[in-house]
């Protein structure tokens, strides 16, 4: 069934679990996420990104995702995730998506706060959720996950959500986008001063490579949703890889990517705690 942010999110905070968003840019990605919700009986949120656009458009992608969340035995949550932009945005809820998130955290902070005011009204209006961030999470690849000084503070997110009203909060506590170069250093105290602060649902990016200690950790201090990509992608790859050594035909391949990304979804659905709460 199709849900927003609110209906699985304020269950997964007082439930202390985490319900997991898996960007899906293709049919292989969609196909392994919703067997795996529905045979662990688990909400889930499907995503896509603006920085993902150029390997799955939002009207080739959206009709499927959609359709599949849907019909789907477990609530499914249809998340424009990262939107940088107000028309990219306006187009994800006008195609059906139940949920964006606006990301305003690299520009100045009355303009993050205007637009994300201005976003969550309007989807609002569509019945979907929005999420915001404050503070930076960084980029692995780059190397700037060690801007610690860009770190979401507990006045930061209490204000934020204040003034903005969005239904979840991306936090900046040390994790990052993509692969890691190094061991993350996450500030689980910082990440409890701000469950403290707020009630509103929290955020956590760049959860692929985290530890299984630190997903374990960071959801029961108070993360409710965890964003999953850059694990999937590699499950796929391996797929193809294998597939490739053992000379099976492209059909072959595609089956495989789907079990092995299936396999690392359930993965994280049992460690983050969303198993049987659908």
């Not at 699985?8 to 985490?18: M, N």
């Not at 469950?195 to 409710?224: N, Q, W």
């Not at 797929?239 to 092995?260: F, I, P, S, T, W």
Request: with cysteine.
């Amino acid at each position: 069934m199709l849900v927003n942010l609110n209906d699985v999110l304020k269950k997964a905070q007082k439930e202390k679990y985490a319900v997991g968003l898996f960007n899906t840019t293709d049919t292989d990605m969609l196909q392994g996420v919703i067997e795996a919700a529905e045979e662990l009986r688990s909400p889930v949120v499907l995503g896509t990104a603006e920085i993902l656009l150029p390997y799955g458009e939002l009207k080739l992608i959206a009709p499927s995702v959609i359709a599949a969340a849907k019909r789907a035995k477990v609530p499914v949550v249809v998340h424009y995730d990262h939107g940088l932009t107000f028309t990219r945005c306006m187009e994800a809820l006008q195609l059906g998506f139940s949920s964006v998130m606006f990301d305003g955290s690299t520009k100045d902070y009355e303009t993050n706060l205007a637009e994300t005011r201005e976003i969550v009204k309007i989807a609002h209006e569509f019945g979907a959720s929005v999420e915001g961030e404050i503070g930076h999470v960084g980029n692995a690849s780059t190397g700037d996950e060690d801007l610690r000084d860009m770190y979401t503070t507990p006045e930061e997110a209490k204000a934020y959500i204040e003034a903005t009203g969005v239904d979840a909060l991306a936090v900046a506590i040390g994790s990052a986008h993509g692969v890691y170069k190094k061991k993350p250093l996450l500030n689980i105290e910082r990440l409890k001063e701000i469950r403290r602060a707020v009630d509103t649902p929290l955020v956590l990016h760049g959860g692929s490579g985290l530890s299984d200690d630190d997903f374990k950790t960071t959801v029961r201090e108070g993360i409710a949703k965890v964003n999953i990509f850059t694990d999937l992608c590699l499950a796929g790859k391996r797929a193809m890889k294998e597939g490739e050594e053992q000379g099976l035909d492209y059909l072959e391949v595609r089956n495989l990517k789907v079990k092995y990304i299936k396999e690392a979804v359930m993965e994280k659905m049992k460690l983050f705690g969303s198993v049987g709460k659908a």
